[in-house]
């Protein structure tokens, strides 16, 4: 099982970002789908998440900024983010876990975003 993260970069303040994490070696569709970060000596962070079925949690930080969707037929979970701020600033990795548990099973390696003027 893979999955594979990309999208970060350097962006300033207000700026839009789109992040990607394609999957692959699993049933993709029977999968939930998470976005999370982190940063230096902080505990990882809850982002986003849509379920197999599309059901779709915030993390307060982000509500109204950022917007997790999926597109089965390509294996692959997006996550836009608009008016970023300094403190979005983190690495972001997917996760993946299966549709019937609330246990993230799978996790991609990281994409660094960083907020910066």
């Known amino acids: 099982v893979q999955l594979q993260a990309s999208g970060g970069g350097l962006v300033q303040p207000g700026d839009s970002l789109r992040l990607s994490c394609a999957v692959s070696g699993l049933f993709f569709g029977l999968y939930n789908m998470g976005w999370f970060r982190q940063t230096p000596g902080k505990e990882r962070e809850f982002v986003a998440s849509?379920?197999?079925?599309?059901?779709?949690s915030y993390a307060d930080s982000v509500k109204g900024r950022f917007t997790i969707h999926r597109t089965d037929s390509e294996n692959t979970v997006y996550l836009q983010m608009t008016s970023l701020k300094r403190e979005d600033t983190a690495v972001y990795s997917c996760?993946?876990?299966?549709?019937?548990?609330?246990?993230?099973?799978?996790w991609g390696q990281g994409t660094q975003v960083t907020v910066s003027s």
């Open positions: 849509i379920s197999a079925r599309s059901m779709i």
């Open positions: 996760a993946a876990g299966r549709w019937d548990t609330t246990q993230w099973e799978y």
